[in-house]
């Protein structure tokens, strides 16, 4: 029998219920394959007692799993988010080549948003370890008048190109167009150099139609036009902002599902819902599921567990249908898993 091995992190807040959730969908819609699930408690609570959001060895530690499962990570009232961000999820990403960002923006059947068509989806793929994320900076005469902070972003060719080459055979997969995401009107040496590689790889893929956008017209586009978009690549801080307008758009934070890919497979990659940790309603036992759900079917998938991870989304529509998990703080996180489980039983 196959058997997967799956690092789950948990994290905070609501992390716990819905990585339960999740992991209990994974399952069963697998069949006969074998999930083997081992939980780390890293979270802020680790941080406050230990001083750090991992052990030193957490890297090499998740590196022998196939896949990583996070739940949620931060709570602000009791550490930075700078801190858990830059502590556990960003050295993850990097230190695994996580490039690709991936996060599917559809509305499920009887799932609410707030514009007035349903027909759109839109794949949004975010890179993932560098750009402004890179952490280049730093600060100086902290505390007086003249202090002086820098934040640098980092592009680099090998880092541009290969998120846009990610992006261009998604295209290929889907309905063969990309927009490419920038403000090169305003940035003219980082985001120029983006448009320039976006060009040059777009003569590989003569089938694929591209479009430049400025990040300001695509937010617009996402609302006005979402229908008009298949495949949306952007840079590490843009993505991040088309990826929660995205999530808007498809019924709000609790259908948000994504995946951080390592395409070579030479590392894990991480799979997560990224609603956050919502501690305001953490102990309600309210948290919607489903973008943890839908995370799973992605982690299913790149797994090779193509059919496994259809039975989920099916199982979701099916439940979504019948207007449970569709409004928030409507339905308990154990009715709304439950439904998917019953639903995958057929």
Known sequence: MTTYRIALIPGDGIGGPVTDAAFAVAQKALGNVSLEGVTFPWSCEY???????????????????????LGAVGWPAKVPDSVSLHGL???????????????????LPGVEGPLKTRD????????????????????V???TPDEVAVETSVFTRTGVERILRFGFEQAMKRRKKLASVTK????????????EVTDQLARDYPEVEVTHYHIDAMCARMVMAPESL???VASNLFGDILTDLGAAIQGGLGFAASANINPDRSAPSMFEPVHG????????????????????SQMLEH????GAATRIMEAMAAVTAQGIGTVPGKDRTETITKAVLAALEG
């Open 303 to 306: 797994l090779g567990e193509a």
């Open 230 to 232: 298949d495949v949306v």
């Open 277 to 296: 940790s919502a501690p305001d309603i953490a102990h309600l036992g309210i948290a919607n599921p489903m973008a943890a759900i839908w995370s799973a």
């Open 184 to 195: 090169s009107n305003a940035q003219k040496y980082s985001m120029v150099f983006w448009d």
């Open 141 to 143: 005469h902290v505390g």
């Open 47 to 69: 941080y406050l007692e230990h001083g750090r959001m991992m052990p030193d060895d957490g890297i090499e530690t998740l590196r022998g799993f196939d896949a990583i499962f």
């Open 89 to 107: 999820l960003l050295p993850i990403r990097k230190a695994f080549v996580q490039y690709a960002n991936i996060r599917p923006h559809r509305l």
């Open 120 to 139: 759109f989806d839109i794949l949004c793929i975010r890179e993932n370890t560098e750009g402004e994320y890179s952490g280049a900076g730093g600060r």
